[in-house]
């Protein structure tokens, strides 16, 4: 009997360790889950001020070549010339800014044709440009020295963004002021010009996109489980899920980030079109539901990530589509855009907290890497 009694005694010390085990287990998965979430998401942010920034240096020193006028532009906006400069009225700060766009709008309203030009391509546009995309290339050189694939992945999001501002958002950008196509109006001092030009041809890649999703689709080695879902029932299957070491996240990481918000980007640039559906139509509003409906279950599935390396991987989708919830409400003026105003408080918050991000998730990093030491001792 005392035996008996002696078993149940440690029974009950002995229970509580799985259960602390499990929770301990919980709350790691947790902390993982926000900080991939965070980090990914305060990119996106960042990434957006990080444009506003090099645009307003642009001006600051491109002021002489800025003075002289680009090539003729042709008007491809969503809406209609007279919409985009009333609208552009209540931005004049100037009265010389205002007489610019009174005088534009009366010609309009004449019935006659509006001619405006573009902005010339800067040396420093195109400096900045090269530099973006060769900074991103670096980036992918130096990550084969990165200790794990976490920190692998880390520097393929940089590398991604890096890579995409230089080389889709600036790339289209010098091509629709060569090409003069203009999708909205800017003033530069009291002179009106077109702008915006890189999101008309930006929305015109669709036809790469589809072949970028054809590779991927056939693509064996490819492990995506959004692919693999239409490759299990479309019968594409040829055999055993293909497998095998992968010694550098960092250029998959930087594709996999580019690819996302490639698709996102296109996505809701046809949602705006006015002409195919609208800021308001039934398209965007699916859009935002689907996005924010989706986003629970995605975070449900990165809280199951069982690394910091695959959960970062797995937030760069988890935060584009709640990005895509965050862009229709502000393009519907529920809220202004801050990472799209340039002042200290904003490069404060926003370029920190990437910064801030990337730090607790090396720091993370690190605490593990203890752990397993501790442990194996």
Not at 263 to 278: I, K, Q, R, S
Request: glycine share 8%; with cysteine; charged share 15%.
């Amino acid at each position: 009997m005392s035996a008996a009694v002696s078993e149940a005694s440690n029974s009950d010390v002995d229970t509580p360790a799985p259960q602390m085990a499990r929770r301990s287990k919980r709350m790691s998965a947790l902390v993982r889950s926000v900080l991939a979430f965070g980090f990914v998401f305060a990119t996106l942010a960042a990434g957006h001020l990080f444009m506003v920034a090099i645009n307003a240096f642009d001006h600051a020193v491109s002021g002489a070549e800025y003075k002289t006028n680009g090539v003729e532009a042709r008007w491809f906006g969503d809406r209609s010339i007279l919409a985009k400069l009333n609208a552009l009225e209540h931005e004049a700060s100037t009265d010389a800014a205002r007489h610019t766009i009174d005088e534009a709008i009366q010609t309009v309203r004449d019935g006659r044709a509006l001619s405006f030009y573009m902005l010339p391509v800067s040396s420093f546009l195109v400096a900045a440009t090269f530099a973006l995309i060769l900074a991103g290339f670096v980036l992918l050189i130096l990550s084969r020295y990165a200790a794990n694939n976490a920190m692998q992945s880390v520097i393929g999001i940089f590398a991604g963004l890096l890579l995409w501002t230089g080389g889709a958002e600036y790339g289209l950008m010098i091509a629709s002021r060569l090409l003069g196509v203009a999708k909205a109006f800017d003033l530069h001092g009291d002179r009106l010009v077109g702008a915006f030009g890189e999101y008309v041809l930006l929305k015109h890649t669709w036809g790469l996109i589809l072949l970028v999703v054809m590779y991927l689709l056939f693509l064996e080695t490819n492990r995506c489980p959004f692919f693999l879902w239409f490759r299990r029932r479309l019968h594409l299957m040829r055999g055993a899920l293909a497998t095998g070491r992968i010694d550098n996240f960092a250029p998959r990481t930087a594709f996999q980030y580019v690819t996302v918000m490639w698709v996102f980007y296109v996505l809701l640039l046809w949602a705006y079109d006015e002409a195919v559906f609208g800021v308001d139509s039934w398209f965007t509003r699916a859009i935002f539901f689907g996005s924010f409906a989706s986003t629970g279950y995605l975070w449900l599935r990165l809280f199951r990530q069982g690394s910091m390396g695959r959960a970062i991987r797995y937030a760069i989708a988890t935060s584009i589509v709640s990005w895509n919830s965050v862009e229709i409400a502000a393009k519907w003026g529920l809220f202004r855009e801050p990472w799209l105003i340039l002042n200290p408080v904003t490069v404060v918050v926003f370029f920190g907290a990437a910064a801030l991000g990337a730090w607790l998730v090396v720091r993370e990093l690190r605490r593990d890497a203890s752990k397993e030491i501790a442990a194996e001792q």
